[in-house]
Nanobody, 123 residues
Framework: QVQLVESGGGLVQAGGSLRLSCAMS????????MGWFRQAPGKEREFVAASKWSGASTDYVDSVRGRFTISRDNAKNTVYLQMNSLKLEDTSVYYC????????????????WGQGTQVTVSS
């Protein structure tokens, strides 16, 4: 049974940085594409970034491209989301997800989800 556990969220001032981590257990991490999604109160869940199982390919929503970087360490079964130049509109609960498909920008393409970690950007 796959388990995903996010960490690294918190409160940060606009312009600051945070790094989220998502540790996977229960299956072979290197066979899964890993994605990050976010959901703000009253809004739909939004795709943020994804990494193909090998890490050779990545994908980003335009609003974070150039500010966020997704990376993975298959030896540690962990995917990361480095978030720089944070903006107020980045405030959300961030979720990691694992799935067998690529590309994968939609929630239905992922089979497993973490519990989420709150990121709050203040002015």
């Amino acid at each position: 049974q796959v388990q995903l556990v996010e960490s690294g969220g918190g409160l940060v001032q606009a312009g600051g940085s945070l790094r989220l981590s998502c540790a996977m257990s229960g299956r072979t991490f290197s066979t899964y594409s890993m994605g990050w999604f976010r959901q703000a109160p009253g809004k739909e869940r939004e795709f943020v970034a994804a990494s193909k199982w090998s890490g050779a390919s990545t994908d980003y929503v335009d609003s974070v491209r150039g500010r966020f970087t997704i990376s993975r360490d298959n030896a540690k079964n962990t995917v990361y989301l480095q978030m720089n130049s944070l903006k107020l509109e980045d405030t959300s609960v961030y979720y990691c997800a694992a799935g067998p498909r690529w590309p994968a920008r939609h929630g239905v393409e992922y089979d497993h989800w973490g519990q989420g970690t709150q990121v709050t950007v203040s002015s």
